[in-house]
């Protein structure tokens, strides 16, 4: 079993950067792939990155290409997603996921465990 907790969101201005954090605990982190996904009210939840268990490979949504960056500390179990260049479309709740399998993942379906998310806000 794994606990995932977000952290980190908040409300900022368009150009702006926030990071996000997640903190693992549980049985086991390793070997584990991380994810990040968004979601507003009245869509599904989106896929917005991921990243393997050594961090030597990841994937972006294309809409995130180029301004945020996946990022995993093993040692703290921990995972980050900072965001530059925020946008107002870029709002929405932001959930750390967590997949015991070995590929990078963008369905919502392959991940087994979720935090409780962390609201980010984008103004104009």
């Known amino acids: 079993q794994v606990q995932l907790v977000e952290s980190g969101g908040g409300l900022v201005q368009a150009g702006a950067s926030l990071r996000l954090s997640c903190a693992a605990s549980?049985?086991?982190?390793?070997?584990?792939?991380m994810g990040w996904f968004r979601q507003v009210p009245g869509k599904e939840r989106e896929f917005v990155a991921a990243?393997?268990?050594?961090?030597?490979?990841?994937d972006y949504a294309d809409s995130v290409k180029g301004r945020f960056t996946i990022s995993r500390d093993n040692a703290k179990n921990a995972v980050y997603l900072q965001m530059n260049s925020l946008k107002p479309e870029d709002t929405a709740v932001y959930y750390c996921?967590?997949?015991?399998?070995?590929?990078?993942?963008?369905?919502?379906?392959?991940?087994?465990?979720w935090g409780q998310g962390t609201q980010v806000t984008v103004s104009s």
């Open positions: 996921a967590a997949s015991r399998g070995t590929r990078l993942e963008d369905s919502v379906r392959k991940y087994e465990y």
């Open positions: 549980g049985r086991t982190f390793t070997p584990i792939t």
């Open positions: 990243i393997n268990w050594s961090g030597g490979r990841t």
